[in-house]
């Protein structure tokens, strides 16, 4: 018994180590990242957006795709980098990417012909300012089959055709540098970019949040398309809700700055300065946070690690409101103003579009990566009146910020950034919230008293009043008779013969104000039955003309105060 229980005994208190990276799962791993066609084009639009590229194209023959930029480039130290897994390229900078896995990723799966087809080689050029002419050969056919990438990518420079076929492709810019990404031709990837730059298709098939108009409209690129059929190149609109002068927004834009602080319990807090320079924020309580704002002062512990713009406003929109002829319009029905009906078709696809445009973007180093539903801002309950639809839907709110790329960046990992930016959470820490919410109801109070104010100011304009009608008597000969010489006789029969007369009373001032009102009505009574028309929905037609019942009451107003 002795020698079996001194073997146990050795074998139960020796130290025996684990862990190990398996390859084979972490290749087959880059088909399950969650990326659609959309989202793989978003990470390579991405990577030229950090290689300050200003422009960006696709162009395509029946023999390869390319996208092509004329960013930094790379030399072999950055093209090391480039294809080292999970590693962070950007710590230093204010880049899009976090995680250093995107790229990859985005490259193997627009290689395949097919949807869960296999993939196939793909070649990227690069060069740097006055660098040399750099290529890598990316075999994912062989990666996929091995089951292995370590060592698989392969350097080497580029010949005297492919030389040349680079600088060809960049030979109207200013400098001959940048990165180009080549895969062989399919009709996969063709139909991505047919449905990106594609107006009808963008708005019909494409996910608002996978569109690349609206992921990139504020970050400072021109993303083409060119095609090898002889037609113009397309250049992808941009969407920037906030991109206008304060003049296109009622009350002007209403921009904010939040700054994130690290307490010394290692919390996170969000401190906004009022105009009077007192700080406030959503102060941490027993249970959650406070839903006012208190005032809180900063400790000398507390460390600043960065800010967040929050931005509020309202597009004008004459028939959300005109300040020209303020008739108290409040319609609680979901229409689009000039701007958003550029990008967004409302026809078909009314409540898609409301709860997106309800929500609260995201833009990190100028990249839209998610929304936010806000507390007390639901876009299913803007039907029941004209406020609730202003308040929800047709004003606006988005928080920008830019941070350096690190993996355990705090801000990123507060906003919900997750590796994959595609798994975004999606959910914003309730006392940053809160404060948001506080900003946004703020700035529609402002708006709304603004409105109130010029409706005010309308109605009490002074209306013309035609003079009364002048009387008056005045003398006149009714005879001129000239019986008899004597001459003061026929003075006095003059004297004696007086008339009164009228002054003409002239024609009644019509009232510019009352047929500047009349005509709108009639306006908008030929466009609501134009409407009625074109509608085969009871409950749309039935919506259409409650909506006028506004119009009739103001006017019937003007017509009774005239009198």
């Known amino acids: ?110 290689s395949k012909k097919q949807d869960n087809g296999e993939p196939t080689p793909v070649l990227v050029f690069t060069r740097t300012k006055n660098g040399d002419f750099l290529k890598a050969i990316v075999p994912w056919d062989d990666i996929f089959t091995s089951k292995s990438y370590t060592g698989k990518i392969i350097f080497e420079r580029m010949n005297e055709a492919e030389i040349a076929e680079f600088l060809k492709d960049r030979e109207n810019e200013t400098f001959q540098n940048g990165t180009t990404i080549q895969w062989e031709y399919s009709d996969r990837l063709m139909e991505l970019f047919d449905m990106q730059f594609i107006k009808e298709n963008r708005e019909k098939e494409i996910k608002n949040e996978d569109r690349w108009d609206l992921i990139f409209g504020v970050a400072g690129v021109d993303i083409i398309l060119e095609k090898s059929d002889g037609t113009q190149p397309v250049i992808l609109p941009k969407y920037n809700y906030f ?133 007390g801002f639901n876009s299913a309950t803007a039907r029941g009146s004209g406020s609730e639809m202003l308040k929800t839907f047709h004003h606006r709110t988005e928080i920008h910020y830019t941070t350096y790329s690190t993996q355990d960046n705090r801000m990123d990992i507060a906003m919900g950034i997750q590796e994959n930016k595609n798994q975004n959470l999606s959910e914003l820490p309730k006392n940053l919230e809160r404060l948001v919410c506080f900003l946004k109801k703020r700035n529609i109070d402002k708006i709304n008293n603004y409105f109130a104010e010029v409706i005010k100011a309308f109605k009490s304009k002074p209306v013309p009043v035609p003079p009364p009608p002048i009387e008056s008597d005045t003398e006149s000969n009714t005879e001129s008779d000239t019986i008899g010489s004597d001459s003061e006789s026929v003075d006095s029969i003059s004297s004696k013969s007086s008339s009164r007369s009228i002054t003409p009373v002239p024609p009644p001032v019509p009232n510019p104000e009352l047929a500047t009102v009349k005509a709108s009505l009639v306006k908008s009574w030929k466009q609501m039955l134009l409407d009625i028309e074109n509608s085969t929905n009871l409950d749309a037609m039935n919506e259409l003309i409650a909506n006028m019942k506004p119009h009739c009451q103001t006017f019937r107003e003007k017509i009774l105060s005239d009198e």
């Not at 030229?48 to 480039?73: E, R």
């Not at 924020?281 to 512990?301: N, T, Y």
């Not at 309202?314 to 103003?337: A, G, I, M, T, Y």
């Open 1 to 110: 018994m002795f020698p079996v229980f001194a073997v146990v005994s050795a074998v139960s208190t020796a130290a025996i180590r684990g862990g190990s990276w398996n390859e084979s799962g972490l290749v087959e791993g880059l088909n399950r990242k969650g990326f659609t066609t959309s989202k793989c084009g978003s990470e390579l639009i991405a990577n030229s957006c950090d290689a300050q590229s200003s422009k960006i194209w696709f162009k395509a023959n029946t023999k390869y795709i390319k996208m092509i930029d004329i960013g930094k480039g790379m030399n072999m130290s950055g093209y090391n980098s480039m294809f080292d897994m999970y590693k962070a390229n950007n710590t230093l900078n204010k880049a899009m990417g976090v995680s250093g896995m995107g790229g990859k990723a985005a490259l193997n799966q627009l």
């Open 243 to 375: 991109g206008d002068n304060n003049i296109q927004y009622y009350t002007g834009k209403d921009i904010q700055t939040v700054d994130h602080y690290v307490d010394d319990n290692n919390n996170n807090r969000y401190i906004w300065s009022d105009e009077n320079g007192n700080l406030k924020e959503s102060k941490p309580l027993a249970k959650g946070f406070s839903k006012d704002l208190r005032d809180v002062a900063i400790h000398q512990k507390w460390k600043l690690i960065g800010e967040y713009t929050v931005y509020n406003g309202l597009r004008k929109n004459v028939k959300l409101f005109d300040e020209n002829l303020p008739l108290n319009f409040n319609s609680s029905e979901c229409f689009l103003c000039d701007y958003d009906s550029a990008f967004f078709n409302i026809t078909n696809q009314k409540d898609k579009i409301r709860d997106y445009l309800s929500k609260t973007r995201l833009y990190r180093n100028d990249q839209c990566i998610t929304e936010y539903k806000l507390e």
